[in-house]
Nanobody, 126 residues
Framework: QVQLVESGGGLVQAGDSLRLSCAAS??????????LAWFRQAPGEEREFVAA????????DYTDAVKGRFTISRDNAKNTMYLQMNNLKPEDTAVYYC?????????????????WGQGTQVTVSS
């Protein structure tokens, strides 16, 4: 399995931007074909899919709530994935988790992912 560590969360105001990073170790993206994704979980809510990206980075998917505001990307040479979040809204407040799965094809269901980070808190005030 790959070990994942998220960073970049924080407390911001509505309309601000944040960039989350997910650094991987244990397995390199250049050697192992892995799809990656971001999920989030708000207090009292179930974990939900946010965005996913395939191994080569040319196929992405987003939940409707973040389309046009969030951008997922990856740098396989740096073994890192990113989530650029613009025009943040209070409803984006959650713990954000990155996840990885073997294979190039990204999935929308968290049960399809084998490795998870510990999460980073994003809080958006109104």
């Amino acid at each position: 399995q790959v070990q994942l560590v998220e960073s970049g969360g924080g407390l911001v105001q509505a309309g601000d931007s944040l960039r989350l990073s997910c650094a991987a170790s244990g397995r390199t993206f250049r050697r192992y074909v892995m799809a990656l994704a971001w999920f989030r979980q708000a207090p009292g809510e179930e974990r939900e899919f946010v965005a996913a990206i395939n191994w080569s980075g040319d196929n992405t998917d987003y939940t409707d709530a973040v389309k046009g505001r969030f951008t997922i990307s990856r740098d396989n040479a740096k073994n890192t994935m990113y989530l650029q979040m613009n025009n943040l809204k209070p409803e984006d407040t959650a713990v954000y988790y990155c996840a990885a799965r073997d294979g190039s094809r990204p999935k929308l269901n968290g049960n399809d992912y084998d490795s998870w980070g510990q999460g980073t808190q994003v809080t958006v005030s109104s």
